[in-house]
């Protein structure tokens, strides 16, 4: 991050990062939910300090995004995020241009803590690494004051996010295309009426599923690939050839390889 003189630091969106601002809005919010489920009701006071305990250790999720003359950037949030009961639809819209407010959403209900992110902060794997710290933090402050202890918060080690835009450091430039430009099919559906939104909620076990994959000789990303592309062929093209190829564009967590 870079300071201003007012002491507020500010930082540019990665390559991936610039698009989301531009073509976000309440139809297609861009916001992905991760959540945790406890075996015990949520206590929003714990969960509001754990929060706050947390927060200033990830400096990519503590901020708010500014329009400049030519470009967006991400400028350093110095206010207090509140946690929420969840009383509305998952993964609604977050205004990304609001003066005062986050990028993320932290609510509760019953047993469950849910982190919505909208995708210009961070992807998956930094949104499960806040949670995780998230849901760390609010467990010791449960236990410690059953014990009447008051334990400082210390952040373990996969907490301090990179900021670093890797696509500048390890981009190079080809000769060509290395991905198909042929148009893919188009999956069409019909619209819910009114406003309404649909959720559908789908259970797997991890050990019958990492089971499946072994047997298949393929990793969990390849199988759940490859089950999508039989349900579009099964479904929307009711097992008939098509012209145009089923084009899955998959994202990849780069971290292991840089």
Not at 17 to 38: C, G, M
Not at 56 to 78: A, H, Q
Not at 99 to 117: A, G, P, T
Not at 130 to 151: A, Q
Request: charged share 30%.
């Amino acid at each position: 991050m870079k300071k201003r003189d007012d002491h507020i630091t500010w930082r540019k969106l990665d390559n991936t990062a610039q698009l989301f601002p531009v073509i976000a809005n309440k139809e297609i919010s861009h916001v992905y939910r991760i959540s945790s489920t406890l075996k015990e009701e949520v206590r929003p006071d714990l969960l509001q300090q754990a929060l706050e305990d947390v927060l200033p250790w990830f400096d990519v999720f503590r901020v708010r995004l500014r329009r400049g003359f030519f470009w967006f950037y991400f400028e350093e949030n110095k206010n207090r995020p509140q946690v929420e009961d969840e009383t509305e639809y998952p993964c609604r819209y977050i205004d990304p241009h609001g003066r005062r407010k986050f990028l993320f959403r932290v609510s509760y209900y019953r047993r469950r803590i849910n982190l919505e992110v909208f995708h210009a902060v961070s992807d998956g794997m930094g949104a499960i690494t806040f949670l995780k710290e998230l849901t760390y933090r609010y467990i010791d402050l449960f236990r410690n004051e059953s014990k009447g202890e008051v334990k400082k918060y210390s952040p373990s080690e996969e907490c301090i996010l990179d900021q670093e835009d890797s696509y500048f450091k390890h981009y190079r430039k080809k000769k060509g295309k290395g991905y198909s430009t042929q148009r893919a099919y188009q999956i069409k559906g019909r619209r819910i009426y009114g406003g309404a939104i649909s959720v559908i909620h789908g259970y797997v076990s991890i050990e019958d599923l990492k089971k499946t994959c072994r047997s298949c000789g393929v990793s969990v990303t390849k199988y759940l690939t490859a089950v999508l592309i039989y349900s579009i062929y099964e479904e929307y093209m009711n097992r008939q050839q098509d012209k145009n190829p089923i084009g899955i564009n998959l994202p990849i967590n780069l971290r292991a390889f840089f």
